[in-house]
């Protein structure tokens, strides 16, 4: 792939997740309580900051630094993109069928080795608070119940 090409190919990837969420809150309710957010706001909100994102991926100047999994060697990069969107989709895969959970600190502990992190007490720790956060912001603070194992 020439490097032209293959620089629209993080952008497209981010506008059509973008565009995903953005087409499956369409089919969410609207607010349960008058003047409050309702179900689909944040995931629009998210489809906005995606979108936003490949804007600037497209149109940064020629040599900026990139949100690529890439680095300088492009074998060693294509293997780390194909790895972390491999370890994303099995979480997706498997969010229906384990304890989401179990599954996200897999998922956050696997992208951060792909990315190059080497520190036992980081691979550890980092993925066990984002979980903890995630379930304190969502469940907790927000009431957004997350997809639990399927009895």
Request: aromatic content about 10%; glycine content about 12%.
């Amino acid at each position: 792939m020439s490097r032209h090409l293959g620089r629209w190919v993080e952008p497209l990837l981010l506008v059509t997740i973008a565009v995903g969420i953005f087409v499956d809150s369409l089919s969410y309710p609207s607010a349960v309580v008058p003047g409050a957010p309702g179900p689909a706001f944040f995931p629009r909100l998210l489809s906005l900051v995606l979108a936003a994102c490949a804007g600037w991926l497209a149109w940064r100047p020629p040599g900026a630094a990139g949100l690529s999994l890439g680095g300088s060697d492009s074998t060693g990069g294509s293997i780390r993109f194909g790895s972390a969107i491999v370890l994303i989709a099995g979480f997706l895969l498997l969010a229906s069928r384990l304890d989401t959970y179990v599954l996200l600190p897999l998922l956050v502990g696997g992208l951060m080795a792909i990315m190059g992190e080497r520190r036992v007490p980081a691979l550890a720790g980092i993925p066990i608070l984002f979980t903890l956060f995630v379930y304190l912001v969502f469940v907790q603070a927000l009431g957004v119940p997350l997809p639990a194992r399927l009895s």
